[in-house]
């Protein structure tokens, strides 16, 4: 089976509005006629419905990096599911390092938010990654892993189908210390494994994996090309029309 290519760019919280607004008009017009591979922007929270009107019609898809797994009520400065969906949101990236190591995010909590997400109609791309430490002490996979099961309990087969899952190793996001290409396929191929091993060969071949950590132009055709590597989650190079078009069209 072949996997459709994903690329997603992650702006976390930078750009102000004109800035993103205009980030979204480049990208729409770059992105024009470009139908193999499925590309989404996850803008900060307050600038999603204004991107997501320049991008109304494209083939770029908004996603957002966040949300709470609570419908509604007394929950001060925290953002509902159905608020996405309702804004024209398609995606939303849950459990990123960040939010798992600079918020305390627990996988308990992240899978909270998955089932959350699910129910309101959006596809969470999950982050798991192992900081440098681990790695180091030979525990990648466990704690991906664990990541893993403890984001994704009680997911169905049919669910799951849907699910991206992002592998991002801490110690690459945002250091421009790239994995190399054998070392993102080495854990894309675990994880893959461990998908089929939860679920089944059928929901493990339909998943995609996408690698992210300092991906830009220079080192993204590399990565790519890995079998179990079905695109992207990108942060810093996302941040310009330039910059994130080298990666799509580099591919
Ligand atoms: C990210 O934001 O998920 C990320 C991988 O960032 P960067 O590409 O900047 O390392």
New binding site residues.
Partial sequence: MTRKLFIAG?W?MNLDLASATALAEGLKKAMQGIQDVDVAVCPPNVYLHAVATVLEGSNIAVGAQNAYFEKEGAFTGETGMRMLKDVGCRYVILG?SERRHILHESSELINLKVHAALEAGLIPIL?VGELLAEREAGTTDLVNRRQFEGSLSGVSADEMKKIVI?Y?PVW????GKVATPEQAEEVHAALRALIAERYNAEVAETVRIQY????KAENSRDILSKPNVDGA?????SLKVDSFMGIINGR
Avoid at 172 to 175: L, N, Q, R, V, Y
Avoid at 212 to 215: F, L, N, Y
Avoid at 233 to 237: D, E, F, H, I, N
């Fill in positions: 992650n976390k990123h982050c992002a991002e690459a996001i945002g250091t992210g950590g300092s991906v989650l990108v942060g810093g190079a």
